[in-house]
């Protein structure tokens, strides 16, 4: 072994000792996979610049696998994920809160994938009180299941009750977590984030000492299936961020499926985003659906999916799911919602149409990765950011700038509405 390797497999070896957390540690013992904080993931890409890896939507076993082989072929930190609308309480997804990580990790030991992964709660939608009671307790189980970064989505309410809410749940989320926090959501398609909304959030939760990784903001995203070309507004982000330089919080992307890699590109480049979410499109690929080449499904001349005949799941099943959508009303987006009634009529398919589900999902993913985010080589960077803290706790980004004083709840009502917003249509942006 050249001395190089020799340094290579200690510094993971000893990476592998100090920088998985404790959930990890207790629930996976035995495991040598390297499942990190979500901080540990942001904390690389900072470390290299310019650059963001994929958060990807573990709607399905193959998405998982796939990506974990392009991560590793690519060298790249990145983060698993699922929003709960796709795998909470009332999920359309078999792959949940509650399995995401054991998928990761039995896959991480059956392949030997060595570079540090993140499993992220995504889209933790809170809506209203109800939502706020169910996640005091909600938020425990899944980090107890592996959970390791959460992104509280308070977002769908007016901005002191997205702010209070954060506040009021933050308790549940452990101190070495990843954190994301969402700003502008309400407003749906036509009314975007504004820097005054998005400082508000940030500078309410560091009065209280609370250091987000990350924030998601409404910026021209879209979820689902990619309806006009219209896309992510990178100047309006790259305002924002600006803003937000000295509270040291990166941007979160959603809604990347869809955005072209000129696009992408951008925002990698002119922004502080170091998160990007992918979901529909690891989803329809997986299947051996017709994708443009960044990852929007293509329709025929009667608005119907084309299936690819040599790509994803047979034929066969393929016609079983169109059948099956057709009966029950579902089309376009909705047809995530067959993720769960199908998982395992997938699973039992032969080996070498399994196998292509995955490669498919691996062969995007990795031109993502190293051709698009500028996320190549960034594992070892996280490794790097664990061996320099010397524990599976980084610590925050940020220190306390804000008056606590000045932002009570009381205050915090009062800020919130002298802001000046325009809301357009209420947004529904949960996965």
């Given at each position: 072994m050249s001395s190089e390797k020799g340094k290579v497999y200690a510094d993971f070896?000893?990476?592998?000792?100090?920088?998985?957390?404790?959930?990890?540690?207790?629930?996976?013992?035995?495991?040598?996979?390297?499942?990190v904080s979500g901080k540990v993931i942001d904390?690389?890409?900072r470390k290299k610049g310019k650059a963001m890896t994929i958060a990807a939507n573990g709607r399905n076993?193959?998405?998982?696998?796939?990506?974990?082989?392009?991560?590793?072929?690519?060298n790249a930190a990145v983060i698993l994920e699922i929003a709960k609308s796709e795998g909470g309480a009332e999920?359309?997804?078999?792959?949940?809160?509650?399995?995401?990580?054991?998928?990761?990790?039995?896959?991480?030991n059956e392949l030997g994938i060595t570079v540090p992964v993140a499993i992220h709660a995504d889209h933790y939608a809170i809506k209203g009180e109800k939502d706020i009671k169910t996640g005091k307790t909600e938020i425990s189980s899944i980090f107890d299941a592996g959970i390791t970064s959460i992104a509280i989505d308070a977002s769908h309410l007016p901005d002191d009750e997205n702010l209070l809410a954060n506040l009021e749940l933050n308790p549940f989320?452990?101190?070495?977590?990843?954190?994301?926090?969402?700003?502008?959501?309400?407003?749906?398609?036509?009314?975007l984030s504004t820097v005054e909304e998005a400082l508000f959030l940030i500078q309410g939760l560091n009065a209280h000492g609370i250091f987000p990784d990350w924030i998601a903001l409404n910026n021209g995203t879209t979820h689902g299936i990619e309806q006009s070309d219209a896309g992510i507004q990178v100047p309006l982000t790259a305002e924002i961020h600006r803003a937000l330089e000295k509270y040291k919080v990166s941007g979160a992307q959603h809604g990347t499926s869809g955005n072209n890699s000129d696009r992408l590109r951008k925002i990698a480049e002119e922004t502080n985003t170091t998160k990007a979410n992918v979901a529909t499109a690891l989803q329809m690929i997986s299947w051996g659906v017709k994708v443009n080449d960044y990852g929007n499904a293509m329709l025929d001349d009667n608005g119907e999916f084309i299936k690819l005949p040599d790509k994803g799941m047979t034929d066969e099943q393929?016609?079983?799911?169109?059948?099956?959508?057709?009966?029950?009303?579902?089309?376009?987006?909705n047809y995530k919602k067959l993720n769960l009634p199908f998982e395992n009529k997938l699973l039992r398919?032969?080996?070498e149409i399994r196998d292509r589900m995955v490669k498919g999902v691996e062969e995007f993913v990795y031109g993502l990765l190293v051709n698009v985010f500028n996320a190549a080589d960034t594992a070892p960077l996280g490794i790097e950011v664990i061996l320099e803290a010397g524990s599976y706790d980084l610590g925050a980004k940020a220190e306390c700038i804000e008056?606590?004083?000045?932002?009570?709840?009381?205050?915090i009502r009062e800020r919130a509405s002298k802001i000046n917003i325009e809301k357009g249509s209420s947004g529904n942006f949960d996965d």
């Open positions: 070896e000893k990476a592998l000792q100090i920088g998985r957390p404790p959930n990890i540690v207790k629930r996976f013992p035995n495991s040598r996979a390297l499942i904390r690389a890409l076993n193959f998405v998982i696998r796939g990506v974990l082989m392009a991560a590793q072929r690519a999920a359309y997804c078999a792959t949940s809160f509650w399995n995401l990580a054991m998928q990761a990790d039995t896959i991480m989320i452990p101190k070495w977590a990843g954190f994301e926090t969402e700003v502008g959501e309400i407003k749906g398609k036509e009314g393929w016609a079983e799911m169109v059948a099956y959508a057709k009966e029950r009303g579902i089309s376009g987006g398919q032969p080996a008056d606590p004083a000045e932002w009570t709840p009381e205050k």
